[in-house]
């Protein structure tokens, strides 16, 4: 991170320019060094600083008994986790890749996520699990999966997915210091392509609520994650046709921000939804639902989805063509506004 530092222009507070991968860093640091009770748990996480470094010099800091390296089994320490946020700890678990998180979903659907709701509120579960996911780091199979739905559908979890490094910060420090569980999706692809300013100090971003990272009049964009930058890119080519595009940023995925959405596509009258996901089963589904319920009387267009394909995320020299593109996203920009 470099030492250069600046006045924010929120909350005046000092910034610093840094990745996603060391604003998630820094927010872990700060809350370690707040509260007593949050334990840093995952495999390969102390010495090593985790696959993506994300949890670099933490362990040196705090010691070996905050941040835990685990042996290799996600069920075994979702479980563990589990224990130790019943009895008053704040665990915070990383999740090597999205994709490996399959052996622990039967502990978070039949018990993070039902604790509260099973003990009529008595026991909750203040717990984060952190993912990196998505496609477009040549990883291995099962490393890039975008499986975000399985988890949406999962009353008594939340679901963030910062796309930039102040979000990513924001996010998982609200979620840390959330009373119910958070799973925290961080995009891989974003990890370390891009600076901005992050304040040096605790901040949050409230879990719930979208932005608006460009405003248009002709098409509502709505995106998240990796995709957001996709999104920008294709308003970009869309203004050069003369076409105004509104971006939305989702943030949380559960529970959206149902709001943000009918404001913006009541405004727009027309909308395009993009996420790497498969389309069948997808997000997308949802955000449909609720624009309908919401707005359906203002469409000019049906809705577009430009997604992931029915397919596997293929190997790396397939890739590129499973992902959405800012050309695919321009022709489904077109389509809505010449339907």
């Not at 905050?66 to 990383?94: C, H, K, M, Q």
């Not at 595009?245 to 027309?270: F, G, N, W």
């Not at 000019?300 to 995320?313: I, L, S, W």
């Amino acid at each position: 991170m470099t030492t250069h530092l600046k006045e924010s222009n929120h909350k005046n507070e000092m910034t610093e320019q840094m990745t996603m991968i060391q604003a998630i860093n820094d927010g872990m640091r700060i809350m370690l060094e707040e509260d007593d009770r949050t334990i840093i748990l995952g495999e390969d996480i102390g010495k090593n600083g985790g696959v993506f470094r994300a949890t670099e010099g933490l362990q040196e800091k705090f010691g070996d008994d905050r941040v835990v390296d685990t042996p290799l089994s996600e069920a075994g320490i979702i479980g563990t986790s589990i224990g130790l946020a019943v009895n008053g700890f704040r665990p915070v678990v990383e999740i090597q890749f999205l994709g490996f998180i399959y052996p622990a979903y039967e502990q978070i659907m039949t018990h993070v996520s039902r604790i509260r709701t099973r003990s009529m509120s008595h026991f909750t579960v203040p717990m984060v699990i952190r993912a990196p996911y998505g496609a477009g780091i040549r990883a291995p199979e099962i490393h890039s999966d975008s499986t975000e739905i399985l988890f949406t559908h999962m009353p008594g979890i939340k679901v963030v997915c910062p796309s930039s490094p102040y979000d990513a910060k924001g996010l998982l420090i609200a979620a840390m210091e959330d009373p119910d569980p958070v799973l925290v999706l961080e995009t891989m692809r974003n990890y370390r392509s891009k600076r901005e300013d992050v304040p040096v100090g605790k901040y949050t971003v409230e879990i719930g609520k979208g932005k608006i990272v460009r405003e248009g009049a002709d098409v509502t964009l709505i995106a998240w994650g990796a995709m957001v930058t996709i999104a920008e890119k294709a308003a970009e080519q869309a203004a050069q046709q003369g076409i105004s595009c509104e971006i939305i940023d989702l943030r949380t995925l559960y529970p959206i921000d149902r709001d943000i959405l009918s404001q913006s596509v009541q405004k727009t009258t027309r909308a395009v939804i993009i996420h790497e996901a498969h389309n069948t089963g997808g997000l997308g589904n949802d955000i449909i639902s609720i624009i309908n319920d919401t707005s359906f009387l203002y469409l000019r267009a049906p809705v577009e989805r430009v997604t992931g394909f029915d397919v596997p995320v293929p190997f790396f020299s397939l890739e590129e063509h499973y992902l959405p593109t800012p050309a695919r996203v321009l022709e489904g920009i077109e389509k809505v506004v010449h339907f």
